[in-house]
């Protein structure tokens, strides 16, 4: 089976997750939005099925694993609407002008955001579209949790190794600075992945770009012309309707895939195989 060493990845970014967030979110559990409770619910629950899922794949428990892969349709919706909270989160203080910090940062935010709901979606798609292809399906899976570890590492960079950051933007952009490198590194070793594999590096090539384009766009949206006028278009949407929409987008992904992976033959699963 490929990427045997696959557990020891999801559990290390399992522990940058709770290290960035430790100080802004588990130690202040009980005064932050709901949508933020969602959205650590949600994404965590992510990465431990697909911690999960390596370890029952390689321990020769198909069935379990199978089992936990019908669970995702399940779970995949509520990340992407977890992922919406946030935006819409992000949105309402943007609009509310609560802090200087918001409003130089708001923007990114919420272009991050979008850019990482992209992201999972076509991952997720492409998991189900080629699970004959074991290679891939995994690719695919495992590729997930590169979108938003720039999420929870730029936060350690920024608390525990600040000598990384060496763009040396002032004030809130610094924190920019870090996503911008976090996302840089992401990139790198997708690459990597995608090299020493390229007949079926195409999931770790689709996370590059993605990444890298995630970088580019929070390191410049505050100067996009027209992303306040968006924001004002989104925050006159009532949040049950984005929420909904998240959820549907996130099903719908689910069901296209798995329709479209019924077209796979089967030799492609064993060509993946050999």
Do not use: C
């Amino acid at each position: 089976m490929p990427y045997r060493y696959a557990h020891y990845f999801v559990g290390f970014v399992l522990l940058v997750t709770v290290a960035g967030f430790w100080a802004s979110y588990f130690t202040r559990i009980g005064g932050v939005p709901p949508a933020f409770h969602v959205h650590a619910f949600s994404a965590t629950s992510w990465l431990l099925l697909l911690l999960a899922q390596s370890l029952t794949i390689h321990s020769r428990q198909p069935g379990v694993h199978r089992l936990m892969g019908r669970a995702s349709f399940a779970l995949f919706p509520l990340l992407i609407a977890g992922f919406v909270m946030i935006i819409n989160v992000t949105v309402e203080r943007y609009m509310a002008a609560e802090s200087p910090f918001v409003m130089t940062l708001g923007p990114s935010f919420g272009v991050g955001m979008v850019v990482a709901i992209a992201a999972y979606l076509t991952l997720f798609y492409g998991a189900l579209r080629h699970r004959g292809n074991i290679r891939l399906h995994a690719g695919y899976m495992l590729a997930t949790p590169l979108i938003l570890f720039e999420s929870p590492f730029s936060r350690v960079m920024g608390e525990f190794f600040p000598w990384m950051n060496f763009i040396g933007s002032e004030g809130p952009r610094e924190v920019l600075d870090t996503i911008v490198i976090s996302d840089g590194m992401v990139a790198l070793f997708a690459l990597v992945l995608y090299a020493r594999d390229r007949r079926n590096g195409a999931p770790w090539l689709i996370a590059a770009g993605f990444v890298t384009f995630q970088a580019f766009a929070m390191f410049t949206a505050s100067g996009w012309p027209l992303l306040e006028h968006a924001f004002t278009a989104y925050a006159s949407i009532p949040p049950a309707l984005t929420i909904l929409a998240g959820v549907l987008a996130g099903a719908a992904t689910g069901w296209a895939g798995w329709e479209k992976g019924k077209k796979t033959r089967p030799a492609k699963a064993v060509a993946a195989a050999g």
